[in-house]
C-alpha cells in the first residue's frame, strides 16, 4: 500500500474509534434511562400490588374519581413497560464490532464509503442502523 492508503485508513479509523466512543456514551445514557424507567414501573406496580383486593364501588363522585386514577395509573404503568422494553440494551452484531475493530487497528483518513457502510449494517434493525450512522456522522465518519 502506498503512504497516501495508509494515512486515508489511520484516519478511518481514528474515526471509528471515535464513533465507537460515542455509540459507547449513548449506550450508558440508554442504560441509566432504562434503569429510571425500570425503577418507576417497579414504583407503580409496587403501589398497585399494595392494595391486590381493593375493589371500587359503583356509587358516588369519590368512585369515580378512584376509577380514573386507577385507569390512569395503569395506562402509565403500561406505557412505562413499554418504554422500558423499547430502551432494553442491545449490543451489535460481532461483524460490526469485529469492524470498527479492524479499522481501529489499521487507521485510516477516508470517509467510509456510504455503499460499504450500508452492506456492513444491512444484518441490523432499522433503528440500529440510524442509531449507528448518526453517531458516525456526529464523529465526522460519515456525511
Known amino acids: 500500500m502506498n503512504e497516501e492508503m495508509m494515512q486515508q485508513l489511520t484516519a ?7 464513533a465507537a466512543e460515542s455509540l459507547d456514551r449513548v449506550l450508558g445514557r440508554m442504560d441509566a434511562q432504562q434503569e429510571a424507567l425500570s425503577t418507576k414501573v417497579d ?16 356509587r358516588g363522585e369519590g368512585s369515580r374519581q378512584l376509577q380514573e386514577r386507577l385507569a390512569e395509573l395503569e395506562k402509565s404503568n403500561a406505557d ?11 449490543t ?14 489499521e ?16 444484518s441490523l434493525s432499522v433503528e440500529h442502523r440510524i442509531a449507528v450512522k448518526s453517531e458516525l456522522a456526529r464523529a465526522g465518519i460519515i456525511d
Not at 81 to 86: D, E, L
Not at 92 to 105: C, D, F, G, Q, T
Not at 107 to 119: A, C, F, S
Open 43 to 58: 414504583r407503580i406496580v409496587a403501589a398497585v400490588e399494595e392494595h391486590p383486593s381493593y375493589e371500587i364501588s359503583a
Open 80 to 90: 412505562l413497560k413499554a418504554q422500558a422494553a423499547r430502551m432494553a440494551r442491545k
Open 107 to 122: 487507521g485510516g483518513n477516508e470517509k467510509i464509503d456510504r455503499g460499504v457502510l450500508d452492506k456492513t449494517l444491512q
Open 92 to 105: 451489535l452484531p460481532p461483524m460490526v464490532s469485529a469492524i470498527l475493530a479492524k479499522a481501529s487497528e
Open 12 to 18: 478511518t479509523a481514528e474515526r471509528l474509534a471515535n
